[in-house]
């Protein structure tokens, strides 16, 4: 299966570039601020896509995922895209499991306290997940701020590490964009946007 991963759009959607594939990933941020409208066009966007299977994942920017959320699901179902919030789904034989929550950021969605809180979260990721998307890093994993900061989630490395995923998929920190492998999980940060804003990193592509 040929997976195209990518996040943190940013409503620059008619300016990227989408490889063909299989499995189209977006694991958050695909707005500004989450409006309405800002969804419904994302969401149409992503739909236009040829790839058989999408998946969404929200982030700390889509609002309307946290705010309305029954609202919300009901315009991705529309588009015929799957979201994930602390759930899974089967695609072809493989468990995705997709959740938005990162530490505290802040004063955006999703948001808990690091410690018990995130680590409630984690819990409930199934052990025998094979793709896991989260719109936050684990810590230390391609989260590294311009700053130098590690902003990713200790209590994720650790559950990550419990479970070891075939693939993890993640945005957030832009500038953590890139892929890495460690303890058998192959690490993607799918980051589209640069520091900027500007949609200079194009999608992850690869086969699974």
Not at 180 to 188: P, Y
Request: aromatic share 10%.
């Amino acid at each position: 299966m040929q997976i195209v991963c990518l996040s943190d759009t940013h409503n620059c959607n008619e300016r990227i570039t989408v490889p063909d594939g299989d499995l189209l990933i977006h694991s958050g941020d695909a707005t500004s601020l989450g409006s309405r409208k800002e969804i419904n066009a994302f969401l149409a966007w992503f739909s236009s896509m040829p790839h058989q299977y999408k998946i969404f994942v929200a982030g700390n920017h889509d609002w309307l995922y946290q705010e309305d959320n029954r609202l919300a699901r009901l315009l991705t179902s529309n588009f015929n895209i799957e979201y994930l919030q602390d759930s899974s789904t089967v695609i072809e034989g493989l468990k995705i499991y997709g959740s938005p929550w990162q530490p505290q950021f802040f004063d955006w969605a999703f948001n808990l306290k690091r410690g018990r809180e995130m680590a409630e979260k984690w819990e409930m990721i199934p052990a025998d997940t094979d793709i896991l998307v989260t719109h936050g890093p684990p810590h230390g994993i391609l989260d590294k701020t311009p700053h130098g900061d590690f902003a990713g989630c200790e209590e994720l490395r650790k559950k990550v590490e419990e479970i070891r995923p075939q693939l993890h998929i993640f945005g957030h920190i832009h500038h953590g964009y890139g892929t890495c492998e460690k303890f058998g999980t192959t690490f993607i940060n799918a980051a589209t946007c640069d520091e900027d804003y500007e949609p200079s990193n194009p999608p992850i592509v690869l086969n699974l």
